[in-house]
């Protein structure tokens, strides 16, 4: 890699660990789609192991607000959803795997945004934690269904629980990638390169996180989610 695409790289990090840190989500909308577009052998392992230590942290500055009730059930919809991902990961090359990037990105944040006001109950919760294990194990993107649950929730709770349910499903997708050979050193090695630039973003949300709240926090979000998958579907 070049130093201007490790750049690139870098900053795109730093900016997205602040937006996810603000928000809630956001991390792997914006970083997959120029990650892919750089280098897609980084893709999902790079994005899932970074998201570990960010999703920690926005976990435990907001615990109080932690809705464990939809942490349980999405988290069970995840195990399953964890192997079907895998699965497609193994079948498809770099080229369509940005296109699943991209396509499954901007489908899930349309539905969102133009779905109506509810309250998730637990067959639709362990729904949308299927539909993220295929996703994040397979594209590293895991966001908009979380998005599609929660974006009518008070913005602590979106964001502590949130970070919850992508910990145990980031978690569940690397040991299911490690087991099948999916994780190689020279990845790793890069994405601990990245790792002061992820917590300066996610330091940096502290600042502003408290003020985003209500219709403003969910239409930030969606946003992040259409333009991200439109701009991969355009560069695949």
Same mark, same amino acid.
């Given at each position: ?156 709770? $979106?964001? *502590? ?5 992508? =910990?145990? &499903?980031? @978690?569940?997708?690397? !040991? #299911? %990638? ?24 996610? $330091?940096? *949300? ?5 003020? =985003?709240? &209500?219709? @403003?926090?969910?239409? !930030? #979000? %969606? ?14």
């Amino acid at each position: 890699m070049t130093l201007v695409a490790f750049i690139i790289v870098a900053v795109t990090v730093l900016l997205s660990a602040f937006v996810q840190g603000s928000t809630g989500m956001g991390f792997a909308m914006i970083t997959a789609p120029v990650v892919s577009f750089i280098d897609p052998s980084l893709i999902p392992v790079m994005l899932l192991v970074l998201m570990i230590p960010l999703n920690f942290y926005v976990a435990a500055r907001e615990r109080a607000d932690i809705h464990w009730h939809g942490v349980k059930w999405i988290s069970v919809g995840r195990f399953a959803g964890t192997f079907f991902g895998l699965w497609i990961l193994v079948i498809v090359n770099l080229h369509q795997l940005a296109l699943l990037i991209g396509w499954s990105t901007l489908v899930a944040a349309v539905i969102a945004l133009v779905a109506p006001k509810f309250t998730p109950n637990k067959p639709f919760l362990a729904i949308v934690g299927l539909i993220t294990g295929v996703t994040e194990t397979s594209t590293g993107v895991g966001g908009p269904p979380y998005a599609l649950a929660y974006q009518h929730s008070p913005g602590p709770e $979106l964001r *502590s629980t949130v970070a919850v349910c992508f =910990l145990v &499903g980031e @978690v569940i997708s690397l !040991i #299911v %990638l490690a087991i099948s050979g999916q994780i190689t050193g020279p990845t790793l090695l890069f994405t601990a390169s990245m790792l002061p630039f992820l917590a300066v973003g996610s $330091l940096l *949300s502290r600042f502003v996180h408290h003020r =985003l709240d &209500g219709p @403003v926090l969910r239409y !930030i #979000v %969606l946003g992040f989610a259409i333009i991200s998958g439109a701009v991969v579907i355009v560069q695949a």
